[in-house]
Nanobody, 115 residues
């Protein structure tokens, strides 16, 4: 099984930056992609960004050009660098691992952006 632990959330001002990290443990060999999602109060969870084992990245239009997902290797954390934050980025951010068996979710980390 895979376990995910997120960290790095907190409070930022509009225009500021935060970096989230997600560390996977357990059967990491079974992971072929890592993703970040977020869920704002009263809204559905939405996709933010993803990175495959080969390093291919993809972003939601709402964060393109402001957020960056990265990972050095399979044992390293997955980072989500968030720049030029906006109040609408306020949400609980969840790390997701797509494995060959199931999708695994982390516990989430809260990001609050003040205007």
């Amino acid at each position: 099984q895979v376990q995910l632990v997120e960290s790095g959330g907190g409070l930022a001002q509009a225009g500021g930056s935060l970096r989230l990290s997600c560390l996977a443990s357990g059967s990491i060999f079974s992971i072929h992609a890592m993703r970040w999602y977020r869920q704002a109060p009263g809204k559905q969870r939405e996709y933010v960004a993803s990175i495959t084992n080969s390093g291919n990245t993809n972003y939601a239009d709402s964060v393109k050009g402001r957020f960056s997902i990265s990972r050095d290797n399979a044992r390293a954390p997955v980072y989500l660098q968030m720049n030029n934050l906006k109040p609408e980025d306020t949400a609980v951010y969840y790390c997701n691992a797509e494995t060959i068996y199931v999708a695994v979710w982390g516990q989430g980390t809260l990001v609050t952006v003040s205007s």
